[in-house]
């Protein structure tokens, strides 16, 4: 269980890791490099399944997942609302269940990595705060 200031301090920790993590992923000149990068990673270290080349339209996706990723990422470090812990922590799942989804049907093994740091945010977001269901129920008496 978090006390409040300990779940505030974790959002916005979750949010520094996604702006360093998803840095690279907003141009497509910082993505190539990172390409490059996790396609040497599997080749070194012989990791089954598939990192292809990417055509523009894939390039493209993956620039808009980078910049909408750093912009909520900046967000929650400007205000690390524990509602946007809760929203994020979601997004998390989701992230992680289309992770899993790639990597079973021949992505390369190297998403194990984003996967396993996806599950570990995402759960440590979803645990209770303490106080957080009493602080509800004062917010609907007031209105």
């Known amino acids: ?13 979750s949010a520094w890791y996604d702006l360093v993590v998803m840095a690279a992923f907003v141009t497509p000149w910082s993505f190539v490099a990172l390409h ?12 089954p399944g598939q990192l292809p080349p ?3 339209m894939h390039l493209l ?8 990723v750093c ?10 609302q524990p509602v946007y812990g809760r929203y994020d922590a979601a997004g998390r799942v989701l992230f992680a269940a289309w992770q899993l989804y790639a990597v079973l049907h021949g992505a390369s093994a190297v998403l194990w990595a984003f ?4 599950l570990a ?3 440590s977001q979803l645990l ?9 129920v004062q917010t609907s008496a007031l209105s």
Request: glycine fraction near 10%.
């Open 54 to 56: 990417f055509e523009p």
């Open 128 to 136: 209770p705060v303490r106080g957080e269901g009493h602080t509800r």
């Open 121 to 123: 945010w995402g759960v």
């Open 61 to 68: 996706m993956a620039n808009l997942l980078g910049s909408i």
């Open 115 to 118: 996967l396993f740091f996806e």
């Open 71 to 80: 912009v909520w990422a900046v967000l929650r470090i400007r205000d690390p």
């Open 36 to 47: 490059g990068l996790l396609a040497s990673i599997t080749r070194l270290f012989d990791l």
């Open 1 to 13: 269980m978090w006390t409040s200031g300990q779940y505030r301090r974790l959002v916005r920790a």
